[in-house]
């Protein structure tokens, strides 16, 4: 059980163009959804978080505008690159937590901005 | 600001040897959770702590958190080739802070 699953897994789009990135749980309702980031080599960073049917909170340093999160349903959160550049090429991992304190991880989507 | 630091970056160990990872916090947390992130994979919640001082244990990791609980430990007795990976302590203030990770090599 507990299963996330994102979508797609790897992503390559031009400069200038958006791209959407699906997270779904599988298995159980998510109240709340995270958006992370995470760098070659580097720890997790926090991008936003998200509970069903209200806005997203983004952490510091993270534009809303560029990064739009929209978490619709109790299963499906996406996040939106707009206007994507290379340095916005990196590897978003979402997860998802329900009533209990466990997050539970997407396998991540891999973004490369030619 | 709120950061949680995590030693060491890196650790080679012989098969059989122990091998621990420690996170400390400038600020005292509320809780602290641990992940395992295999080569190429996403990481994997393997325990919460939450009360001062306590101590749990999977059979050869043993957690602990603090008195002051503002840092952890995560201890592996007699590494195994699985136990590979990245270990990654989140520690919580108002939100979940990750730490830089560990990354576990284990030589056969």
């Known amino acids: 059980g507990a299963v996330v699953s994102q979508h797609p897994s790897w992503v390559i789009c031009k400069s200038g163009t958006s791209v959407k990135i699906e997270c779904r749980s599988l298995?159980?309702?998510?109240?709340?959804m995270f958006w992370y980031r995470q760098f070659p080599k580097q720890s997790l960073m926090l991008m936003a978080t998200?509970?069903?049917?209200?806005?997203?909170?983004?952490e510091q340093g993270v534009e809303k505008d560029k990064f739009l999160i929209n978490h619709a349903s109790l299963t499906l959160s996406t996040l939106t690159v707009t206007s994507a550049h290379p340095e916005d090429s990196s590897f978003y991992i979402c997860?998802?937590?329900?009533?209990?304190?466990?997050?539970?991880f997407g396998p991540g989507t891999r973004l490369t901005v030619t | 600001g709120q950061q949680v630091m995590q030693i060491p970056q890196y650790q080679h160990v012989q098969e059989g040897e122990d091998f621990t990872t420690y996170c400390n916090s400038s600020?005292?947390?509320?809780?602290i959770q641990w992940y395992k992130q295999r080569p190429g994979g996403h990481p994997v919640f393997l325990i919460q702590?939450?009360?001062?001082?306590e101590v749990k244990k999977q059979k050869r990791l043993t957690f602990q958190f603090g008195e002051a609980k503002k840092n952890s430990s995560l201890h592996i007795t007699a590494t195994q080739t699985t136990d590979v990976g990245t270990y990654f302590c989140?520690?919580?203030?108002?939100?979940?802070?990750f730490g830089s990770g560990t990354k576990l090599n284990v030589k056969p």
């Open positions: 997860s998802a937590s329900d009533t209990s304190y466990e997050q539970y």
């Open positions: 298995d159980f309702q998510a109240t709340t």
């Open positions: 998200s509970n069903e049917g209200s806005k997203a909170t983004y």
């Open positions: 600020t005292t947390l509320s809780n």
């Open positions: 702590l939450v009360k001062s001082g």
């Open positions: 989140a520690g919580r203030f108002n939100k979940f802070y």
